[in-house]
């Protein structure tokens, strides 16, 4: 998913309708692969959720598994690790 100003930022997610991620730990992948990849330009939260909800993500209050509701984002999730010999 491209996240940057000049759109060329991944932030190892992608995009489909029935994905959905914490909020938090989506934020937390975005700041982290800002530092590791030493980009200059980077979003902060608002423009961040402007950017999710402009390629179509809707933030929403939702139950992740505990017994209380977190705000998340639904059509974004990560994804899974590559295991050795998958097909890129």
């Known amino acids: ?23 938090a730990a989506l934020w937390q992948s975005y700041e ?4 590791e ?3 200059r ?12 909800q402009a390629l179509g993500c809707e933030l929403v209050m939702r139950k992740f598994g505990r017994a209380y509701s977190e705000r998340g984002w639904v059509g974004v999730g990560f994804r899974a690790p590559l295991e050795e010999g998958d097909a890129v």
């Open 32 to 35: 982290k692969w800002a530092e």
């Open 1 to 23: 998913m491209n996240m940057g100003p000049s759109s060329s930022v991944s932030i190892r997610g992608h995009l489909g309708p029935r994905l959905s991620v914490k909020a």
């Open 41 to 52: 330009h980077v979003l902060n939260r608002k423009k961040f959720a402007d950017r999710l």
């Open 37 to 39: 990849n030493g980009e």
